[in-house]
């Protein structure tokens, strides 16, 4: 089932059921890439300098050959992907910036892009002027998944609720409020900092 519908519907259940999905494993719902990524996360820890490169360069190679197969803003640079290692193929690859994208997107969208699962999304829009972003399923699922392997070194579990830890400045007119969010179950947590564990607040 693609991100975007799992989400319209578990937005538009009921609080009870929502709790009620709360039990079923993240990893079951979050799909295949998820459980991949999620399940290395000790290795990720532990691997060296080179066993880390090698892995960047076989994943990099993958981004890259995509690019040239199905994007036509990159197609002219598959011989470089196709000749040269990753790493220096990527050199060649130009910096991008949103007018460059605006000014005719359908140019870095991939030549499968309806059959590839996804869903639209833009950036905050604090210049006044939004980028539509497209962000595929599997993206998504890689991307939490690095995310949640960083909340597990601090005792923060997937399917939680969520908890928000708020710092105040000394100085009244600064405050920030950093949001640790889970997969978004009703009802407001805490989290206590001697022994990692969830509290539901009343």
């Given at each position: 089932m693609a991100f975007n519908l799992k989400r319209r519907l578990y937005e538009s259940l009921p609080v009870a059921v929502k709790r009620s999905v709360c039990l079923v494993p993240f990893p079951w719902l979050a799909g295949r890439a998820?459980?991949?990524?999620y399940q290395r996360r000790l290795w990720f820890?532990?691997?060296?300098?080179?066993?880390?490169?090698?892995?960047?360069?076989?994943?990099?190679g993958q981004v890259l050959r995509f690019a040239v197969d199905q994007v036509p803003a990159y197609q002219h640079l598959r011989?470089?992907?196709?000749?040269?290692?990753?790493?220096?193929?990527?050199?060649?690859?130009?910096?991008?910036?949103?007018?460059?994208?605006?000014?005719?997107?359908?140019?870095?969208?991939?030549?499968d892009f309806q059959r590839?699962?996804?869903?639209?999304t833009t950036t905050g829009g604090t210049s006044g002027n939004q980028l539509k972003i497209y962000v595929d399923d599997c993206s998504q699922a890689v991307e939490t998944a690095f995310m949640h392997r960083q909340w597990a070194r601090v005792c923060i579990a997937s399917g939680r609720g969520s908890a928000i830890r708020r710092v105040?400045?000394?100085?009244?007119?600064?405050?920030w409020r950093f949001p640790i969010s889970g997969r978004?179950?009703?009802?407001?947590?805490?989290?206590?900092?001697?022994?990692c564990s969830f509290r539901r607040s009343t």
């Open positions: 998820y459980r991949t990524v820890d532990r691997a060296d300098h080179a066993e880390l490169r090698a892995w960047q360069e076989r994943e990099l011989a470089r992907v196709e000749q040269q290692p990753p790493f220096e193929a990527l050199q060649f690859f130009p910096l991008l910036d949103k007018d460059t994208v605006q000014a005719d997107q359908s140019r870095y969208l991939p030549r590839i699962p996804h869903y639209e105040i400045a000394r100085r009244p007119s600064a405050a978004g179950c009703s009802g407001s947590t805490t989290r206590s900092t001697t022994n």
